[in-house]
Structure formats: C-alpha cells, structure tokens
C-alpha cells in the first residue's frame, strides 16, 4: 500500500464539503417532509428557481453575491407559497400523489425557466474573496465551498433556533406529533402546513444562489441535486439531525470511495450502501417509531 | 393444568417503560375467556405479543406446544390464529364478498394462488360465514359503506374464513346498537363450539353474557382470574376500577 | 341488479376484444412502413404503461425506477444483436472496445455470442435484480414514498454506471447493431408488419396474462395489501413475498418492452435509463387510469401520440403542457381518465334505476290521461 495518510484526511475534509452541499441542498425537502410528509419532487427545481433569481438579480440590479442569498430566499419562497396555495394543500392525505403532482410542477418550472431564459448557460460573479483558495495545511480548498460550510452551519443554527426555541416552532412540532390533538389546542395546522413549506422553499432557493457560484446556472441543474436530497432525507427519516448525520455519512463515504475508485463509480456504491442501511432501518435512521393502531 | 394457550412470564418494554411484566396466562379449549382490566393494562399489547406484530422482551407464547414467539405475524396466522383489531380493519375499497374471499387463507402460496380463479372449498365457507355474520345480503357492497356494527360482523368474518383455533377479538363491540350487541353475543357463543376466543372488552354486561372464564390485567400483570361472579366479588378488582373506570356492571 | 356496467366482467372482455382486433388490423390498412414502425413503438410504450399499472395500481407500490428494467433489457438485446454482427475469428471485438482500449471481450459479453441466451439474459437478469432489491425493500417494510425515491436512486445509479463504463457499454454513445435481429435464419425487419405484429403480439398476450393475474387469487391478495398491508399480513399471507413477485413480473414486461425497443429501434443509450423517461411511464399511467390496464395503455397512446403529433406545433412548450395536464389529473382523477369513465357509467346506471319508477308510472293509463289532459 503506498498510499500515505495526507491524501486521505484531504479526502475526509472533501466529504466534510460534499456533505455540506448535500445537506444545504436537502434542508429545505427535510422540513417540508418532517413536518408536513409531503415528498417535494419540484424540490431540484426551488434550488435552479434560486440559482436564477441570484442571476437576475445579479444582472439586472447589480446586487452583491452575498446579498443575492436573501433576495432568492425571497423569491422562492413566494413561489414555494404560491404552490402550496393553488396545489400542495389539497393532497396533503395523499402522500405519493404529492409526489407525483410536485413532480408534474417540476416539469413546467424547468420547461418555464427555459422558455424565459433559453438553454444557455448563466454565469453569477462572486466577490474577489470568495474566487480564490484557502491553504488548510494539508490542502487547498475553494473558499466558495467553505463559505457553503459555514452557510450550512448558519442555517442549521437558523433552522434549530426556530423549531425549539420560539413560539412558531413549538406548533410546528405540536402539529408534526399530532394534527388533531393540536388542532384542539387552537394551533392552525394548515397555516402551519403552508408556513413550512414557504420556509421550505425558501431554504431551496438560499440553496440555489450559492450553487448558482459553485456551477453554471441551467434550466436543468435541479436534476444535479434532487436524487442526492432525496437520499439525505430517506436516509436520515425525516428530522434534522437525521439529515446532518444522513449528509455527513454520505459525504464522507462518496469522498472515501472516490479515494479507492472513480467518482461515478463511488456514486454507485454509496447508492448501494443506501439499498442495504435501509434494508435494516427501514424508516432511517432516527425515524419516529412507528404509529399504534 | 396446560392449556391450548399457554404464555408464560411474558415482559415487554418500550424503552424503559414496561407495559408487561411477567404475564403468565393458560387458556383452555374452546371457551371464551375476556380480558378485562383498566385503560392502560396492556390489554392490546398482550393481543399484539401473541399476534405477532409486537416481540416479547422476553418469555414465551406457546400455541398447541409451539413457541408463537419470534415468529412472523404471517406464520402466526398460518398456526391458526386469528385477530380482530380495535379499530376495524378491513379492506375498504373492496366489497364485502371481496375481503371474506381473500381472509380464506387455506392457500398461501402465491404461485398456486395466480392459477386459482374459482375455489368451491372457498364458496361454502363464504357462504356459511356471510349467514353467520349477517352479511348474505350485503355481499356486493363495498365494505367502506357498511355502517360500523358491520365492519364489526365483516371483520369477524373475515378472522372466521381463516379457520382459526385461537380467535382474538380486541374490542368486537364497540360503537354497536343493542341489537347488534345481541347478535354478537350469541355469534360468539356459536363460534365457541369450534374455536377457543380470547376477547378484550370493556362493556360488563357484555362479558357477563359471553365469558367462560375472566382475566383481569393490571398494569401489565395477571391481576385476577376467575368466573364472572367471582370477579365481580372480588374486593381488589373493584379497587383498581375506581375512580379510572365506570364498572359496567 | 343495476351494477355498473363498467366492473362487468363479461363487458371488459369485449372492450379488450375490440381493443386489440383494431389494433392488429392496421397493418392491413397501413402499409407505409416508417408509421407501422412509429405505431409498434407506441405498443412498446403501452407495454411499459401496463407493467407500471400492474405494480402501482394494483400492488400500490409506486416505482420510478421502471427503466432499470426496461435499460437492461435493451442492453441486453443490443448486445446480442451486436454479437450477431461480429465474426469469432476476424472481428471479435465491437469496434468502440477497441477504440476504447479493450483488448478481449468482456466475459460478460461472451454469452451474448448465442441469440438464444443473449435474450434470455436479457430478460432474466433484470427480473433477477427486481427479485433481489424487491425482496431487500419489502422484506424491511419499506413502502409508499420511501420506496418510490429508492427505486429512483437505483435507477440514476444504474444511469451513472452506464454512462462511466464506457469501454464495455460505449458509454453516452450508446450501442447501434448494424444489422436488424435474425431469428433462426430470418431478419426481422423493424418497419415490416411482421415486426409489428410482433410487438402487438407480446402487447396482447401480455396484458391479457396481467388481467387473468389481476382476476386470479393473487392479483385479489395484491389488491388487498394496497390497502392494508399490516391486515394481509394478519390473514398469514407473506407480503413481502406478494409485493417482490408483483414487482418482478412487472420488471419483466418492462424487460421484454426494452428488448423490443432496440429490435424496433437499432440503438440503445444510456437515455433509456433516463429518470424522466421512467417517470414519464408513471405519467401515461396516471392520465390513463393506474386502476386499469387497458387504460394506462390507451394513456401512454394518447399522451405520445400528442406530443408526436401536436409536438410539431408546441415543441417548445411541450412539457409546460404535460406538466399541467399532469397536476390536473393528479389533483382531480386520481383514477385518471379510467376513473371519469368509471364514474360517468356509475353515474348513468343511477340515474336509469332513478329514472325507471316514474317511466313505469307514466305507462299507467291514469298518468297517460293526465299527459294527454296537459297537452
């Protein structure tokens, strides 16, 4: 074996940035699921929604990159309420017509965007600091993926703060545990139900701008993040901390595996090392234990 | 002395919360016996332990000699024992005729079961079952219409198209009429002459009509056992009802 | 009495009578060949539709991976037909293994050497692998949106696999046989009717096999753990077992589609294991009605021969269009059009047992005076 220990604690802080990516991507289709069970299809296509709301707003106003984050948080998330009103809230009894009508979404928003802003690619200028690299000591990393680390991080915090330290997230557990019982305590789920989703959306479209940075903007990019989302949630079962734990163990083992293989080949493994996790954690792994008849 | 049923210092926890704790219980051939005791006792779980659907932490379920637990809930059901849940469970979308037709498990192998169109074995039992249920008239009827003494009668029915040795009705009365609570009763009593019953129930007059023998639950343990006037008699059982629960009776 | 006469048995039968005696004559009334072929390769879209309608209306397990099934499938009989092209002595390689470096034939392209055992490869081995993933996923309960997202995972990991394997599979060139498939001495030319036919055949067949499943005791136990697993499991049927085979059977329709995808097409890529080609068979399903067979076929006609035929004139806003009519149907016939046409026929035997007592009242001779009196 020559291989020496430098290259694999990179490896190791390679998974620590893919994990981040997947995470920042998935955050948003995890509160929607956990809270709501709903399994957001169009999820990819709030990521490309925010990607080019950072372009427009980047070329048409002339805002700064990191204050595009919040403009597409904005903008997505009104588009994500806008859904919800018109589609989403009357299938919430129906989990895999969800699926379905939210996907039937994702093909009009990619076909929409395309209409609009035709196939070609977009690019989003980011400020000096963030183009360059950072030194870590044993390697080099773009200081664009470290900044999505610490986003990852902020938002995480966000995301904590609101469901176990306010007053809107004690309903928003409330009616995650029970709709019924907390509905009789006067707590609206519905309006918590579409609360979530906006939020949900919204985290997407944050999402989006700061992948808008990391690759080129495309009508199809959301297809690039979905599938990975999707596994982050299955994986994790629903709550956030499955979700951290579900992305960081991905990363790593992508990272790892890319180590001893190539890239897609790594992506094929993980996937199977999924299959077989799930083979014994069925719901993930923190799922809520299962409901009593 | 043994019986059809023997469970033996059955426990079970959920994390820390122990809802059995050393539950030991015979049942003899063809009676009924009723499960009894307040909200809480670990009545269903006990029926979810013998069933299948929960495991035991530990202890043992013997059914005719065999060990029941570690098994899965199909090959339960394939020992010849059945179960009626607390909340009806029966296929709502299908009809009546529907959901008897598919609880006759005789055949389970699903290859042999892509060959089976008609099954004259299938149609007499149907047909004895539907008249002992009530439901020979309501056999098209898709079973979400039923009114709920019905989906009562269908879900029986349908434990009774298994053929089972060991019934296990959970609550078979609930939200029934008078009327319909006689016709259970005395299709019960007719049940009895093939099959052994264990029914959970809370109604006292109820019980009174139907059980040979009672069991009282409490707080996951065998609390009391006895005939009906015996329990009824006794100091300690009246005690654990006060005050969590109306005594029927 | 008055049932509706769309759950008359005797009924369905003639519909799938007319239905496919139409279908077969086209031929006779259709020579121009470049159609007959377009048409054939619409069965193999109804084809799919009907495995998809199998698995998810009737086992209730929706499955976004069908392309799993139906890519392998058209790679296993692209690959036969290559090997038909090739010579043991002179040629033995592909010519993209060769551009890409291989210097001997894979070992599991050896097999395909044989016609015979390069088709039965090609459909066992994807109803193989159903068999296996089916058995992990349901053995551990894992259902509804969980196993939907899983399949889709398998399926855009079948996708990568392919596209990276470039010297065995040519990667995102895809394989294109020279020659059409020869069956024991005869090319199957893919614009004659005989290819048609074909196709139509396997159509037919196939679908009346999946009615007489639904109708038998299986389909009826499958139906039942749609709705209620944990209560099929109660009566001592093994579900997991159940929902695997309801799976595989439905893996190998689609495995029989992809084969008669690249007899029809001479070509395969990795688009075939495309996660919106897959989705877009649950779509012909949905418009067409889960519930029904012949309805996610005639859904998976309706909705490819508009987006041939209307495409021309919407190309650009073709999926902006599916995309909508798509929610519709999910948002209001969850059944699809099946469904309307359940509820329209429910509707019309109610109102003609409403109707009849007055009608009977009207021939009495005292409600005919007073008719005439009001005249």
């Known amino acids: 074996m020559d291989y020496s220990w430098a290259p694999l604690m990179g490896s190791l802080v390679l998974g620590l940035s893919i994990a981040s990516i997947w995470l920042v991507a998935a955050l948003g289709l995890t509160i929607i699921y956990g809270t709501a069970g709903v399994i957001n299809m169009a999820h990819g296509e709030f990521i490309m929604l925010g990607a080019y709301a950072a372009y427009c707003a980047q070329a048409y106003l002339g805002t700064p990159f990191l204050l595009c984050l919040p403009i597409s948080f904005v903008v997505v998330a009104l588009i994500g309420l806008f859904f919800e009103r018109v589609l989403i809230r009357y299938l919430y009894h129906r989990p895999l017509d969800t699926l379905l009508a939210t996907w039937g979404v994702s093909l009009m928003l990619t076909q929409g965007v395309r209409m609009i802003f035709g196939s070609s690619p977009k690019y989003v200028q980011v400020p000096e600091f963030l183009s360059g690299n950072v030194s870590l000591g044993i390697m080099n990393m773009s200081s664009l993926r470290i900044l999505i680390v610490l ?24 009616v995650t545990q029970n709709r019924e019982m907390a509905a009789s305590f006067g707590v609206n789920s519905e309006r918590i139900y579409m609360c979530t989703f906006a939020l949900g959306a919204g985290l997407a479209g944050v999402a989006g701008c700061l992948f808008s940075a990391l690759a080129i903007v495309l009508p199809t990019m959301g297809s690039n993040y979905v599938v990975e989302s999707f596994l982050v949630v299955v994986t994790g079962g629903g709550p956030l901390v499955g979700s951290i734990a579900a992305s960081a163990m991905m990363g790593e083992f ?39 008849r | ?195 052994t019953l264990i029914v959970v129930e809370h109604d006292m007059g109820f019980v009174r009509r139907v059980a040979d023998m ?16 015996e329990i009824e008699a006794n100091q300690n059982v009246r005690e654990i009802y006060l005050g969590t629960e109306e005594d029927a009776a | 009495m008055n049932g509706n006469i769309y759950h008359d048995k005797r009924a369905q039968w003639v519909v799938y009578i007319v239905f496919f005696v139409s279908l077969g004559l086209i031929p006779v009334m259709q020579a121009d060949p470049f159609l007959l072929n377009q048409l054939a390769v619409f069965g193999i879209y109804g084809l799919l539709a009907m495995s998809i309608s199998l698995c998810w209306g009737t086992g209730g397990i929706l499955n976004l991976g069908q392309g799993i099934a139906f890519g392998m499938g058209a790679y296993g009989m692209a690959m ?180 008669c995808f690249t007899i029809l097409i001479q070509y395969v890529s990795p688009d075939q294991f495309d996660v919106v080609f897959s989705i877009t068979m649950v779509i012909w399903a949905a418009v067409g009605g889960r519930l029904s067979l ?41 059944n699809g059009l099946a469904g309307l046409l359940e509820m329209l026929l429910a509707k019309r035997s109610r109102s003609s047992t409403e109707e009849s007592p007055p009608h009977g009242r009207a021939k009495s001779p005292a409600a005919a005076n007073a008719e005439k009196a009001g005249v």
């Open chain 3, 294 to 334: 012949i309805g996610a076929i005639i859904g998976a006609f309706l909705i490819q021969g508009s987006e041939s035929y209307l495409g021309d004139q919407f190309l650009n806003s073709w999926h902006l269009i599916l995309g909508f009519f798509f929610v519709i149907i999910v948002r209001f016939l969850p």
């Open chain 2, 214 to 229: 009672v069991t009282v639950m409490h707080m996951g343990t065998h609390f009391a056992e006895g005939k009906i006037d």
């Open chain 1, 254 to 292: 992508k990272s790892f595996f890319s180590y001893f293989f190539n890239s897609t080949f790594a992506q094929f493994l993980l996937f199977v090392l999924i299959v077989i996790v799930l083979r014994f954690r069925p719901n993930g792994l923190f799922a809520n234990t299962a409901v009593r």
């Open chain 3, 80 to 259: 036969t037909m290559q090997m038909q092209s090739q010579d043991p002595e002179f040629s033995p390689l592909p010519s993209f293994m060769s551009t890409n470096g291989l210097e001997q034939l894979p070992w599991f392209w050896e097999p395909f050497w044989s016609t015979g055992g390069g088709i039965f490869l090609a459909l066992a081995v994807p109803t193989i692998f159903s068999l296996i993933f089916g058995a992990l996923m349901f053995q551990a309960r894992v259902s509804g949106p969980f196993f939907a997202i899983m399949s889709l995972a398998m399926l855009s990991a079948f996708y990568i696999l392919v596209l990276d394997m470039q010297p065995y599979t040519n990667g995102a060139n895809g394989i294109s046989p020279r020659m059409p498939l020869e069956v024991a001495g005869y090319s199957l030319d893919p614009y004659s009717p005989a290819a048609y036919w074909l196709i139509f055949g396997l159509l037919f067949s196939l679908t009346v096999l999946a009615k007489l499943l639904n109708q038998s005791k299986f389909g009826q136990i499958v139906r039942a753990l749609r709705e209620d697993p944990e209560r099929v499991r109660f009566l001592g049927y093994n579900v997991a077992l159940y929902e695997t085979l309801i799976y595989a059977i439905s893996a190998f329709i689609a495995a029989v589609a992809g084969c």
């Open chain 1, 151 to 174: 986003m990852t991080v902020v938002l995480i915090v966000g995301i904590w703060y609101l469901f176990y330290r306010t007053y809107f997230g004690i309903k928003i557990r409330a």
């Open chain 2, 1 to 195: 002395m043994g019986g059809v049923l023997e469970i033996r210092d059955l426990h079970k926890s959920f994390d820390s919360h122990h809802v059995i704790q050393g539950f030991s219980m015979d049942v003899v051939e063809q009676t009924l016996s009723c499960l009894i005791g307040p909200n809480g006792a670990g009545k269903t779980t006990l029926m979810d332990l013998i069933s299948g659907r929960l495991k035991p932490s530990s202890g043992s379920v013997r059914f005719r000699g065999d060990e029941l637990s570690g098994l899965s809930e199909s090959d339960i059901a394939r020992r010849g024992v059945g179960r009626k849940f607390q909340v009806p469970a029966v296929f709502k979308e299908l009809t009546v005729r529907e959901n008897l037709e598919i609880a006759f498990s005789r055949e389970v192998n699903p290859f042999r079961n892509m060959l089976k169109f008609r099954d004259k074995a299938m149609l007499a039992k149907l047909e004895e079952v539907s008249v002992l249920v009530n439901l020979e008239n309501r056999l098209s009827i898709v079973a979400g219409l039923l009114s709920h003494g019905e989906t009562q009668w269908l879900e029986i029915g349908m434990t009774l198209m298994q053929e089972p040795q060991l019934l296990l009705l959970d609550e078979p009365i609930a939200g029934m009429t008078e009327a319909e609570v006689d016709q259970t009763a005395k299709l019960l009593r007719e049940v009895r002459q093939h099959s």
